[in-house]
């Protein structure tokens, strides 16, 4: 599953014209980085959660999708779920009782075999019903500001709660195996949100497994964190940790989208909207 639905707040005034999924990294969709993961680690059936635009971002990914996938929409274009009650509705929509999470505004390249091996080993042995990918070392390079300590147990593999919110500690990244179990509780169409109603008491019954990913994770989440992208990608492709197909898709694609995009160190511009950033940092 592909969460989609966000609102897109932080990426204002943008996301007033296209959904945050949709947002091109060096002119590739940033959802597109998502789903060539998925594709890559064997998966072919895709739900994809919709609200904000959820026409246009339906739209492309009709015209768009890698051919071997089989695509289903949760839509929640008349009422948004959160980031638990989305999962509850998109449960009949998945085959099988597991399945991989990723998110449509962030790009992650941690490896999706071994997130599903460490989680196949988990379940079997102590019967968890989610293993998360965690990330530290060289993939915070160009993180901003803090997210919410993740606290483990090396020697269990477990999850045994959180910290402060800092710079520079493991976090959850968004990629995630989940067993159906985690959400079945939740009450069908009502909202919910995934660390208060689901994370929390899993981590409590000891059901929370992790995995640490070194790899690269970017998030475009604000407009500085947008221009930030373009350049830890290009600097990923120089340094070789992009390689293959994607590689050769982001030096042949148009980083102004046809000249709908225009950015600069300081400056974003999308058509005839304009946005002034300061104290952006080189990478």
């Known amino acids: 599953m592909v969460l989609a639905a966000g609102l897109g707040t932080r990426l204002k005034p943008f996301t007033d014209r296209l959904p945050k999924p949709l947002f091109p990294v060096l002119g590739v969709p940033c959802i597109e980085f998502a789903l060539g993961r998925l594709v890559d680690a064997g998966v072919r059936d895709l739900v994809v959660n919709v609200h904000a635009h959820a026409d246009q971002l339906e739209s492309w990914l009709r015209v768009n999708l890698p051919p071997v996938l089989r695509l289903a929409i949760s839509d929640e274009r008349k009422n948004l779920l959160g980031s638990a009650g989305g999962f509850r509705q998109a449960l009949s929509l998945i085959p099988g009782?597991?399945?991989?999470?990723?998110?449509?505004?962030?790009?992650?390249?941690?490896?999706?075999?071994?997130?599903?091996?460490?989680?196949?080993?988990?379940?079997?042995?102590?019967?968890?019903?989610?293993?998360?990918?965690?990330?530290?070392?060289?993939?915070?390079?160009?993180?901003?500001?803090?997210?919410?300590?993740?606290?483990?147990?090396?020697?269990?593999?477990?999850?045994?709660?959180?910290?402060?919110?800092?710079?520079?500690?493991?976090?959850?990244?968004?990629?995630?195996?989940?067993?159906?179990?985690?959400?079945?509780?939740?009450?069908?169409?009502?909202?919910?949100?995934?660390?208060?109603?689901?994370?929390?008491?899993?981590?409590?019954?000891?059901?929370?497994?992790?995995?640490?990913?070194e790899d690269l994770w970017i998030d475009i989440g604000s407009p500085e964190l947008w221009v930030h992208a373009q350049e830890?990608?290009?600097?990923?492709?120089?340094?070789?940790?992009?390689?293959?197909?994607?590689?050769?898709?982001?030096?042949?694609?148009?980083?102004?989208?046809?000249?709908?995009?225009?950015?600069?160190?300081?400056r974003i511009r999308m058509d005839d909207i304009e946005y002034e950033i300061a104290g952006v940092r080189d990478s």
């Open 232 to 266: 830890h990608l290009r600097h990923a492709i120089l340094t070789d940790r992009i390689q293959g197909a994607l590689r050769a898709r982001l030096e042949t694609a148009d980083p102004t989208c046809g000249g709908r995009f225009d950015l600069g160190k300081n």
């Open 97 to 213: 009782e597991r399945f991989f999470s990723m998110n449509a505004d962030v790009i992650h390249f941690a490896s999706l075999d071994v997130l599903a091996t460490v989680h196949e080993r988990a379940n079997r042995e102590q019967g968890v019903w989610m293993t998360l990918v965690l990330n530290r070392g060289s993939a915070l390079r160009g993180v901003e500001g803090a997210y919410r300590e993740i606290i483990v147990d090396e020697a269990s593999g477990l999850i045994t709660g959180f910290g402060e919110k800092k710079v520079g500690v493991p976090f959850y990244s968004g990629t995630a195996v989940f067993e159906k179990a985690a959400f079945s509780p939740l009450q069908p169409g009502v909202p919910a949100e995934f660390v208060p109603d689901v994370l929390e008491p899993a981590i409590r019954l000891g059901k929370v497994a992790f995995v640490f990913a």
